[in-house]
């Protein structure tokens, strides 16, 4: 009898548990989804949706994330935007694309 005491006790807490995490999952997707669309409004902006890769728009919405997360630190935003450019420069057909170290200059500024 101690034991189907224990059943209910334990999915109850699992519960209690698990449903934190799973509301930030559903948080981190909607995040996601929210930063994806935005990313699309901007390209679809400027009409670059149509030379954009499904890889360069999961990229840019990466970044996108990593730029807007509280906990990043300067550098690592600054590692963003360099990560950014040369996908942008591509889709700008910006010739020739700028060397890294021209970048690296720039945000040193």
């Given at each position: 009898m101690p034991k189907l005491r224990r059943t209910p006790a334990?999915?109850?807490?699992?519960?209690?548990?698990?449903?934190?995490?799973?509301?930030?999952?559903?948080?981190?997707q909607?995040?996601?989804?929210?930063?994806?669309?935005q990313v699309m409004d901007c390209l679809r902006y400027y009409r670059l949706d149509a030379k954009a890769t499904p890889e360069e728009i999961d990229q840019l919405t990466e970044l996108r994330l990593k730029l807007e997360a509280p906990e990043a630190s300067l550098a690592d935003r600054q590692a963003a935007y360099r990560e950014m450019f040369p996908i942008l420069y591509r889709l700008l057909d910006t010739k020739p694309l700028p060397p890294e170290q021209a970048i690296n200059e720039e945000q040193a500024r």
């Open positions: 334990l999915a109850g807490l699992l519960v209690v548990t698990l449903a934190p995490a799973y509301a930030q999952s559903n948080n981190d909607q995040k996601r989804a929210d930063a994806k669309n």
